[in-house]
Nanobody
Framework: QVQLVESGGGSVQPGGSLRLSCVAS????????WAWYRQGPGAQRELVAR???????NYDDSVKGRFTIGGDGAKNTVYLQMNSLKPEDTAVYYC???????WGQGTQVTVSS
C-alpha cells in the first residue's frame, strides 16, 4: 500500500517556474507508474504527465515542452518541473502512484499577475 504526500505548490507570475515533489511511503513493486494530475476550478481532474518505472514518459499536449516529470527511485519521489507557467495552469495538483490506496491532499498552484 502506497501513501503520497505532495509539496512545492505556490503562487507565481506568468512565465515563472515551480517544482512539485511527491514522496511515497509504503511498499510497492515493479512494474509501477507515477503521474501528476490537476484539477482546476470547476473542472474535472485531468492527467498532466506520467512516467513508468522504466522511464517512459507521456505528457498532455497543453504542457509539452514546459513541464518535465522525473523520479528518484532511491528516494521514492517523483517531481514535476513546471516552466513557462500560464494562468490556465492554475489548479490543485495531485500525485498518483499506480499502487496507491488513496489520493494525496494535493498542492495548490496559482499562476497570476
Amino acid at each position: 500500500q502506497v501513501q503520497l504526500v505532495e509539496s512545492g505548490g505556490g503562487s507565481v507570475q506568468p512565465g515563472g517556474s515551480l517544482r512539485l515533489s511527491c514522496v511515497a511511503s509504503g511498499t510497492f513493486f515493479s512494474p509501477y507508474m507515477w503521474a501528476w494530475y490537476r484539477q482546476g476550478p470547476g473542472a474535472q481532474r485531468e492527467l498532466v504527465a506520467r512516467v513508468t518505472n522504466s522511464g517512459i514518459t507521456n505528457y498532455d499536449d497543453s504542457v509539452k515542452g514546459r513541464f518535465t516529470i522525473g523520479g528518484d527511485g532511491a528516494k521514492n519521489t517523483v517531481y514535476l518541473q513546471m516552466n513557462s507557467l500560464k494562468p490556465e495552469d492554475t489548479a490543485v495538483y495531485y500525485c498518483y502512484h499506480s499502487q496507491q490506496v488513496a489520493w494525496g491532499q494535493g498542492t495548490q498552484v496559482t499562476v497570476s499577475s
